[in-house]
């Protein structure tokens, strides 16, 4: 217990329970209590996106657990775009993701992954492909008679840039991230014109949104100090 309570720094703690207390009180404030996959949904998103902040690979397992019953609610509303793009895109990349991070611990440690430097090159590949996909996807939505079609295009391609930043592990997938966030943010409110039950996705993606933020911090910080100890490593190799 002492080990996990050190793990979280009390910033990451405080974020931790206001995430938790602010998705949880906006559930039982909307006027229709129905939607509880929403409210486990949005905690499952939160706790692993605080460990995805740290480098942690359970964040993602986290994340897989989120993006199934994100799946089922996106059907249920008929947003066929974050179906597809969950069930075809975020959640099989998830698992190459995690491969990923297994295989590429820093200095051995199972808590937190080697973060990576992104080259232009992958970075032009993972533009292109996004707008391959979105332009190819939106024709598929369309058909499909998705609600908020444009909105739902466009959350295509945000997921996509941050699902691939993460497989290659660089901390600038938390912007594909906080791009996706705002783009829920209009999309789940849209929703909650007619159901207000749905009120619980909008704070689960505010809430996601200041995660993804901090996340972006602290990997940043992460990179630096994995720097520092690479080049101390190599002086005392030398």
Not at 131 to 138: D, E, G, N
Not at 154 to 167: H, N, P, R
């Amino acid at each position: 217990m002492k080990k996990l309570l050190k793990y979280f720094s009390t910033f990451e703690w405080v974020l931790l329970i206001v995430s938790v207390v602010g998705i949880t009180v906006t559930h039982f404030l909307s006027q229709e209590q129905k939607s509880w996959l929403a409210l486990v949904a949005s905690l499952f998103g939160v706790v692993s996106l605080l460990l995805i902040a740290k480098g942690n690979l359970w964040g993602i397992v986290l994340t897989m657990v989120f993006s199934l019953i994100y799946c089922y609610m996106s059907f249920v509303e008929r947003l066929y775009g974050e179906l597809l793009t969950y069930g075809t895109m975020t959640l099989p990349s998830n698992i190459v993701a995690l491969v990923s991070w297994i295989k590429n611990p820093f200095k051995g440690q199972k808590t937190q992954v080697a973060i990576s430097k992104i080259s232009t090159k992958k970075v032009v590949f993972t533009f292109a492909t996004g707008i391959v996909a979105t332009v190819a996807l939106h024709f598929g939505l369309k058909a499909l008679n998705t609600a908020s079609l444009w909105i739902s295009t466009i959350s295509v391609f945000t997921s996509w840039i941050a699902v691939l930043l993460g497989i290659f592990r660089s901390r600038y997938y938390a912007l594909g991230y906080v791009a996706n966030d705002i783009v829920l943010i209009v999309l789940w409110a849209v929703q909650s014109i007619g159901n207000l039950g749905n009120l619980c996705m909008v704070a689960c993606f505010v809430i996601f949104l200041i995660n993804d933020l901090y996340a972006f911090i602290n990997w940043g910080r992460m990179q630096r100090a994995q720097q520092k100890i690479t080049e101390q490593d190599n002086t005392l190799q030398q």
